[in-house]
């Protein structure tokens, strides 16, 4: 919509209707038929458009219709083109929570919960599935709580991945008070937050069993094993990983039936490993004897 510029009777000033000024003898601006059925139709379009009736004696029917529910619909979930979002859209949308579900069984997950918290609560070891990636928004998230008993979280499709990197990792399992927190890039599921999320970090990595190994958030790095002396008494052992900076200490003992004495053999150690040596309560050589180990560093 504009002013009638293209129309010269209209008589306008600058561009503006005018009124008539009969002491300067100028007529006023004269409004087109053309132009005012078009700008009456504009305004009658928007208030049916909203499914009211025009009225000539209502005055406030294209605010009513700005109002109403009629002219703006709410968009499918993932739409991403340029039409007004409704708050309905927005809500399911991820942008905040769109909802919260509860259950107490195992559950398979799809695109209605998506954006939403989903809380976990079962005596038993439950299975949860996660929605096939197919046809969700790049950059959906999906929040998960876990207040009851084990809930092992896999994906639904085989062509899915899940986990905290590019790599396929799943199952991941939530223990008691545990969450996660995952967003869908392309087919894949990722791990993003949550307290579930540090045991994968390089801060808390670990290895289990022995040997084995855990980081904390401080730096400091525990390490365990276990070794089996030669004809000398002596073994070195071999940590899981390199200290990134030093080796502090270590504590070993030997696996046997009686008193034993186990010491670290000065100048062996390194960031690799240390060697040790074991003899017996009457001070001999102690071979072929199983030994454990617990070093610390960073």
């Given amino acids: 919509m504009d002013y009638p510029k293209s129309i010269p009777s209209a008589g ?16 006023g601006s004269l409004i087109p038929a053309s132009w005012g059925n078009g700008v009456t139709q504009e305004l009658l379009s928007v ?7 025009p009225s000539e004696q209502l005055d406030n029917q294209l605010l009513t219709a700005l109002r109403s529910s009629g002219l703006f619909t ?27 579900f509860a259950y107490a069984v195992s559950t398979a997950l799809t695109q209605t919960h998506i954006g939403a918290a989903v809380s976990f609560a079962s005596t038993t070891a439950i299975n949860v599935t996660l929605p096939s990636t197919a046809g969700i928004l790049h950059g959906a998230t999906l ?29 991941i399992e939530l223990g008691r008070g545990e969450t996660a927190e995952f967003v869908k890039l392309d087919n894949q599921w990722r791990l993003i937050g949550g307290t ?9 990595s670990g290895q289990l069993g022995n040997p084995g190994y855990q980081r904390y958030a401080s730096g400091n790095i525990d390490q365990w094993g276990y070794g089996v002396t030669d004809a000398n008494g002596e073994v070195f052992v071999t940590f899981p990983i390199s200290f990134p900076n030093a080796f502090v200490s270590v504590v070993a003992n030997h696996v046997g039936g009686d008193i034993a004495t186990v010491i670290m053999v000065g100048g062996t150690a390194t960031r690799q490993g240390v060697r040790l040596k074991a003899r017996d309560h009457l001070g001999h050589l102690g071979a072929g004897w199983g030994i454990t ?3 610390k560093g960073y």
């Fill in 196 to 204: 579930v999320l540090l045991k994968y970090t390089s801060m808390f």
């Fill in 143 to 171: 929040t998960l709580i876990n207040v009851g008993a084990v809930v092992n979280v896999s994906a639904a499709s085989p062509t899915d991945t899940l986990g905290p990197s590019s790599s396929a990792l799943g199952p």
């Fill in 47 to 53: 208030i049916q458009a909203a499914g009211l009736t």
């Fill in 12 to 27: 306008l000033s600058n561009g503006r209707f005018v009124d008539e000024d009969p002491r300067a003898g100028t007529p």
């Fill in 74 to 100: 709410t968009a499918p979930q993932f739409d991403n083109d340029r039409s007004v979002a409704t708050t309905e859209f927005v809500k399911r949308s991820g942008v905040q929570y769109s909802g919260f």
């Fill in 293 to 295: 180990y617990f070093a």
